[in-house]
Structure formats: C-alpha cells, structure tokens
C-alpha cells in the first residue's frame, strides 16, 4: 500500500492508505507553505504519510481534508473524527506542542510573539517576489521592493547577534521562513541577468542561508535551485508540471 | 497626565505617557482587529493606556510602535527594550500567556488549532461584507456571498453543541469572531431593505450573538450599531470621523 510519488489530480481516486493512526500529509511539493510543515514534519522526525495534490487540477476528494482546497494539511488518522489541519503556521505550532520532544518555538511567550511577527513581515518580501518567479513581466519595481522587504531581517539578525533567528540553534521561526530562501538562488537562473542577493547589502542573512542549508531536516526536504528554475519556467508558459519535483536534476 | 479621547493626527505631538510600566494600547475605535486585542485586555483585567491612531491620516511618530503603520498595537512598557506587539491574534496569544489568571485559549493543542482555523475561516465573510460596509456600491453578490461565509459558523456551532464557540464559557476564539458580528446590525440601518440575517439559516449563530453581546467585556468595548452606521455614512462619504466613536448616540 506504498503511496505512488505524483500529485493526485481531478478525476484520480483518492489513494489507499493504511489504517495504522499514522499521520497525513497533504502538501505541494513546490509550495512554500507545504515546505514549512514539511520541515517541522522532518526536524522532529514524525512519522506521517505523504499525499501530493495537483494545485491545478484539484481532486475532488480533497475537499473531504481541507474545505477550501488548500495545501497544506494534515490529518490526524489518530483522533476522534480525523480532524484536518490547514494554514502553514497552525500545524506547524500545533506540531510543535503535540510532539513536545525537540521544541523548536519559544517557551518565553514574548519571544514566541516576536517571532511571529517577524514570520508576517515575511509578507512584503512574498508578494514582490511572487511575480518575478512566476511571470514573464514582473512589475518594474518588483525586486526592489522585493530587497527593501528583505533588509528588515538582515537588520533583525544583525540586532539579535545569533547565528539563527531563533539563537544559537535552528527554531520554528527560521523553518518558517527558509522555503523563500531556498527558491531566491533560482533567479540566477530564470532571470536575464543572472540575479543574485547582495553579498554585502544582504552580508549575515545570507550567512543565515548557507548555515540553515546544512540542517539536516532542510537537507531532507529542500530541492535544488535547478529543479526550482525548472518549475518556474513551466508557471511562465503557464504550464505547471508539479511532478517535475521527483524528476532527476 | 490623561491621555485626551481623541485620534492622534498627523501633525500632533506624541502624547505624553506617565513611564510607569504599563501597557501600551495603539488602535482605532472603528478597526475590529483593534477590538480583538481591547476585547482581550478588557475580559482579563489588564491595566493599559490607550492611545488612538488617525489612520488616514496617520502620527509621524507612528511607526516608532508598529513599523508598517499597522494598528492594533501593544506596547510593553515594563519590558528592556520597550518591544511592541502587533498582528491582533499575536498580540491576544500573547497576552493570555503573559496574564495566565484567566485563561482564554485552550490548553489542548489541538482544540487551540482547530479554533484558530475557525478563526481564520472568518476571512471570506469579511472579505464580502468590508465593500458592503463602507461603500455605496458593493457588488451585487455581496450579502450572498457573505451569508455562504456565514453558513460555516452556523454548522460549526451546531457542530461543537456548546453556547459558545469556545464551550460552556466564552473564550479567545469567540472574542475574536466578535468585533464583525457587533457591527452586522448596523446593515439595518445603512442598507435600503433594512437587511438581518435571517433568524432561521443562522438560528444558533444568533443566539450566539446574543449571548456574547451580555459578557461584561464585550458591553465595556462594543459600540453601538447606530455609531457603527454613522461611521459607515461618514465612510460612504469618504469623509472617515474616527471620533464620533466618543460622541454620544
């Protein structure tokens, strides 16, 4: 009863999984909300079964887990009812509290708002980045305001003087926010000019990336820039094919 | 040293503040977000100071507290730095942390989870109602679309069997459904046809409303729908009086 690796589309039956109160996984294997439960999934090693959804072409069972369709969501095949969980954040501090063994976010309540509230200043920098990755004609401005969206965390490392938003180990609040920082090097290959970060305007944030590419749960779950490159390309010709994620490089 | 009742403006000099520890509370009296965190500081008791931001006009020395503008806003005086909190569940999760005497969310991670994807499915009914409140010419399929947003709190309700979202006492997740319901009846008097929601389809919804409109917080915080309208007009008008809040019905 293996899961076949592809995205369930729109007229595909739903796939049979095992009756064994292990966790369900609904996510897009190129969508950065999904990536963020993928981690926390990964960083605590929770056992869970991955289900992949066509964003395109949605299964009709899917609304059974999610009401509005979207990615991610996690069912829990081991309570009452099988509730399903949705929206990025949710799930990952509810895994967090539910597998308590390797806490990724603050206990101290203050620290855990802060970096909440950095997790949504995140917000400035995804929307001017959206339409550079995903269309051929991004607004002019887009990556400048995409970078001015960007120096808030380079000042935010800066002042909190650690290797890692979250300290001195790797925390909720830096899985939350590395999916956008694993997709920006595939600028360098998607854009005419080769765009990259500023070495020196982005000095420790992209420090920050090169240390949080080494964690053993982002090695697990991140994709390469390459495959990123290959996906976009396909959105510009409006053609997404989710499946080009298990394709070799 | 009281703060005068009144929208601070652009132009206006920062209020001078008594520096004795206690919180700070940005909003505006019409902004429902504001209302969740002043619903939140009422129902625990917290002492603060309120200060109320002009936000068409917003105070030059605004975004010294909330950088993007954004109101509500909580700052913590009491603590090194002076941080502030925004985002209205970020800054009512962390008050029910920081004042654990009446706790307003659930312990359980997963009923915590569940009731923030309820909050979060809010957004559709807000999203179709916010054209209806504050301007002349919604889109036709405005209230319909707001009424099948509803529907999903009418069956949750059902669902969950208890008085109030949050179970046999009022809780977080209902205080922060709230501030919109408080301001559904002022459709009675801004629209043509006198609109209500119908008593059959959101029977329990209703009764709900009703309930929560008798907790002691929400009478201390809730304006009248008869303000709620005159705001509405004054909108309608593109002339926003945010201090009609203050005058009497």
Known sequence: MSIPLKHFKKGTPKPELPDDGVL??????????????ALVLAAKKIPHHKVYIDLNEKPEWYTDYSPLGKVPAVQLTAVAGQPALVESLVIAEYLDEAYPERKLLPTDALQKALDKILIERLAPAV???YPVFFTNNPPVDALQKFEA?????????KKR?????AGQQIGLVD???????????ALKITLADKYELDKTRYAKLLQWRDLVAQDEAV??????????AKF??????????????????
Chains 1, 2 share one sequence.
Do not use: Q
């Open 127 to 129: 929307s001017a980045v």
């Open 175 to 185: 899985y939350m926010l590395w999916p956008w920082f694993e997709r920006f090097p």
């Open 149 to 157: 969206a960007l120096d808030v965390f380079e000042e935010e490392i």
């Open 219 to 228: 090695k697990a779950v991140a994709l390469d820039p390459r495959v990123h």
């Open 232 to 249: 976009m390309f396909a959105r510009h010709e409006g053609k997404p094919n989710y499946d080009v994620a298990f394709e070799p490089v």
């Open 24 to 37: 369900r996984f609904y996510s897009m294997r190129f969508c950065p909300y999904s990536e963020r439960a």
């Open 161 to 165: 003087g650690t290797p890692y938003f």
